[in-house]
Every structure is written in structure tokens, then in C-alpha cells.
């Protein structure tokens, strides 16, 4: 006998998994070049040269025995030490290395979130469409239940009036991902406030604090002088699950780290709970290599020329071309809705066809848009958009 629950999330792979799967397949047939493949959020940009160094430099430092040891679960003192004065440079704040656990990258640390704040089969987490399909898995997967507000898909910001009908005495979190993974839209400030005032006011008719747990892989790719607002500052009650993978094209190493603001409700029971919740997902502590480099590398920000030239040529060719798209201010991803006559399933189908790989949005919890994936060579780019032309004809 083995478990329902996980045979089930073991066995069916993900639509996006399920597409980069036939592009290998497809690949070996017609030839790299000619598969466009537009279906996974892995950075094509390389670490930073300092990345690099800072990993030369440690190996030519230290002893083996220190750099492949274990650390303390919550991390090096010295590599929070220096995440959090980073934090408090950047964002005028007062945090210590107490607030800061290192964890393996965004998705155990919201594992070990869910795992803190879900206390019995009642608890519900918030999700906002369009969504990273894992919270579904990771939710259930600490008991709990995923409720979702509908997507607001003029502006991808936040349908307050539905978010405001769902929250109900069983909320115990709500999670946003700024800039969206799958929009590409940035929160605006406007947007953070709002949230902030609703959770504060519904958390005192509730008479318990709703957490905001705030999901921020792409915290640092925001393009043109988009400002992300940083929302601890905004709403007490912040947990931040922030990863490397994608600021820093670490994605392999599996590093990153939960923040919680002593301003925090319970603060020390959170913090323990979080620290608990990854205990229980079997974290020991982050990568020891990887936090040394962290350290070293804490104020290090990527190079986004790349990114930021795809995401133009993408956003003013598919705007030309008729088709109906979120301005993505950052992040690494396109969502346009699937043209008239076509289901995004049937619109991603066709593009399949012609090797062009686009994930529809139904996983996303957006059944009628797709998402395309940019972080690829602009020649990608620039080969694939005719065929995209030719699509939308
Ligand atoms: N959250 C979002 C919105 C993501 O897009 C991803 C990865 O693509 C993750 C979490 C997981 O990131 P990590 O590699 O840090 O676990």
C-alpha cells in the first residue's frame, strides 16, 4: 500500500513538466534549434562572475571538513547576519539574524509556512489567481485547504471585492507573488496598501491575525525602474519566502530564506513553528557552500539587459500582432490570452505543433490565458515570432 495522496502528486506530472518532456523528445527529432521551447521559469542568464569567486575563494579558504558540514537549521549567524543588515540598507529596517532562517529556495520554505500556519482541517490558505500551481500541492499536503480569488484579468492586481467574500474565520494566510509568476504583472503600492488595510480590518473582526505570506523568487527582476515595494513595510503580519534561484541564476543549488519581522504576531511562535514546519519537511539546513556564498555575495544584483530586451521585443510584437497580453513589469514571463476560438489548451496544442512550447493557464487557475517563458536567447525569440504571427492568423 502506498499513500493516494502521494502516488497521485508523484505520478502526474505538471502540463509545464509534461511539455518540456515532449520539447527533449521533439528535440532529438528536429533538431535543437528548430523547438522553441518556452515552457520552463529556468534562468538562461549565467550567476554573476562574483557568484564564481565567491565559491573559489571559500574553497580555497576553508578546510573540507567546514565547507561541506552541516550548519545549525536555521542557518550560518554570519550569513543572516548579513542578509539582514543587506535588508536593513535597503529597506530602512531593523532586522537581526533572529528573524532569518535559511532554507533550501522559495518553495520548502512556503512548505514550511503552510506547515506552521495550518492548525487543523478547517485552516484555509488564500491564493490569488493566476497562481504558481505548487501552492495547491503543498497546501493539501500540510492538510490544509487552497481557497482562490478569481483573477482580476484587466490589471492581473488583486479582485479586492472577491478576496474580501473568501476571507472567512478559517483564513489563516494569505499568499501573493509579486512580481507574478505566471503575469509578469508587479504589485503596485496601491495594491499592497489596499491589502494591508483589508487584512487588518478583517483580522480584528476575526480576532486572529491573517499572515501574509509573501512568495518573492522575483523580488529583484523588475524592469524599466518598476518599483517592487518591499511589504513588510506595509503589513505587520509579513512572512517573506525569498530564493535565489532566480535573482541570482542559482536555481540547482536549492537556497534561500524565510524572514519573519519580529513586528510579527507571536513572533517567536511563528518563527519556531516555521522552523518546526521545515523540520517536519525533513530540512536538516540550507546548502553550507551556498550560504558562504550568500554571504559574500549579499548585495550582489543580476544583470537584466537580457531579460529586459526579451521581455520588449515579446510585449510590443504580441501587442502589434493583435494579441491580448499583461504588461510584465518583471519577473520572466508572458500571459496572454488565448486568441478568439480557442481554448488556451487548444491554442497551446496548436502552437505545439509547430514546436512552439506555451503553458496553458488553467494550473495557473486562468483557464483562458497561456504563459510564455522568456528567459531564453533573444534569437529564440526572434526565430519563434513569425510563427507566432502565423498562429494568431
Ligand atoms: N514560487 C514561485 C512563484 C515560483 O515561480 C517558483 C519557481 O519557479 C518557486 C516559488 C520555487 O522557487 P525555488 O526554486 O526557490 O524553490
Known amino acids: 500500500m502506498v499513500s493516494t495522496k502521494m502516488y497521485e502528486y508523484g505520478s502526474k506530472r505538471s502540463c509545464i513538466r509534461d511539455l518540456f518532456e515532449f520539447g527533449k523528445k521533439q528535440k532529438a527529432i528536429v533538431g535543437k534549434d528548430n523547438v522553441f521551447d518556452f515552457s520552463l521559469g529556468n534562468p538562461s542568464i549565467p550567476a554573476p562572475e562574483s557568484v564564481k569567486d565567491a565559491i573559489l575563494s571559500i574553497l580555497n579558504e576553508e578546510t573540507p571538513v567546514a565547507i561541506h558540514s552541516y550548519s545549525s537549521a536555521q542557518g550560518h549567524d554570519s550569513v543572516r547576519d548579513a542578509i539582514a543588515s543587506s535588508l536593513n540598507k535597503n529597506y530602512g529596517t531593523n532586522y537581526t539574524k533572529n528573524n532569518l ?109 491573517i499572515y501574509l505570506i509573501s512568495d518573492e523568487p522575483y523580488r529583484e527582476l523588475a524592469y524599466n525602474g518598476v518599483k517592487v515595494p518591499f511589504v513588510p513595510s506595509y503589513y505587520k503580519n509579513t512572512i517573506v519566502c525569498y530564493s535565489y534561484s532566480k535573482s541570482l541564476s542559482l536555481p540547482g543549488e536549492r537556497i534561500g530564506y524565510a524572514l519573519v519581522p519580529s513586528e510579527v504576531e507571536d513572533f517567536e511562535m511563528v518563527y519556531a513553528s516555521i522552523a518546526g514546519g521545515a523540520r517536519a519537511s525533513g530540512h536538516v539546513c540550507a546548502p553550507t557552500l551556498f550560504q558562504r556564498v550568500i554571504e559574500k555575495c549579499v548585495d550582489v544584483k543580476p544583470n537584466l539587459e537580457t531579460y529586459e530586451k526579451n521581455r520588449n521585443l515579446l510585449y510590443d510584437s504580441f501587442t502589434k500582432m493583435g494579441y491580448n497580453c499583461a504588461k510584465p513589469d518583471g519577473a ?62
Open 101 to 209: 532562517f535559511m532554507t533550501c529556495g522559495a518553495a520548502p520554505t512556503l512548505m514550511a509556512c503552510f506547515k506552521a500556519l495550518i492548525c487543523d482541517d478547517e485552516s484555509e490558505i488564500m491564493a490569488i489567481a493566476p497562481y504558481f500551481p505548487e501552492y495547491k500541492c503543498f497546501v493539501e499536503a500540510s492538510n490544509g485547504k487552497l481557497t482562490v480569488v478569481p483573477a482580476d484579468t484587466k490589471s492581473f492586481q488583486i479582485h479586492f471585492e472577491e478576496l474580501e467574500k473568501l476571507i472567512n474565520k478559517n483564513t489563516q494566510a494569505i499568499i501573493i507573488n509579486s512580481p507574478n509568476n505566471p503575469s509578469g504583472v508587479v504589485y503596485t503600492e496601491e495594491t499592497i496598501e489596499k491589502l494591508s488595510a483589508i487584512l487588518t480590518e478583517k483580522s480584528k473582526e476575526l480576532g486572529h491575525p
Open 332 to 393: 520572466f514571463y508572458l500571459f496572454f490570452e488565448a486568441p478568439k476560438g480557442y481554448t488556451a489548451l487548444e491554442f497551446s496544442e496548436k502552437a505545439k505543433k509547430q514546436n512552439v512550447l506555451i503553458v496553458p493557464g488553467d494550473d495557473f487557475g486562468c483557464p483562458n490565458h497561456l504563459r510564455l517563458s522568456y528567459c531564453v536567447t533573444t534569437e529564440q525569440i526572434e526565430k519563434a515570432l513569425p510563427i507566432f504571427e502565423n498562429l494568431i492568423k
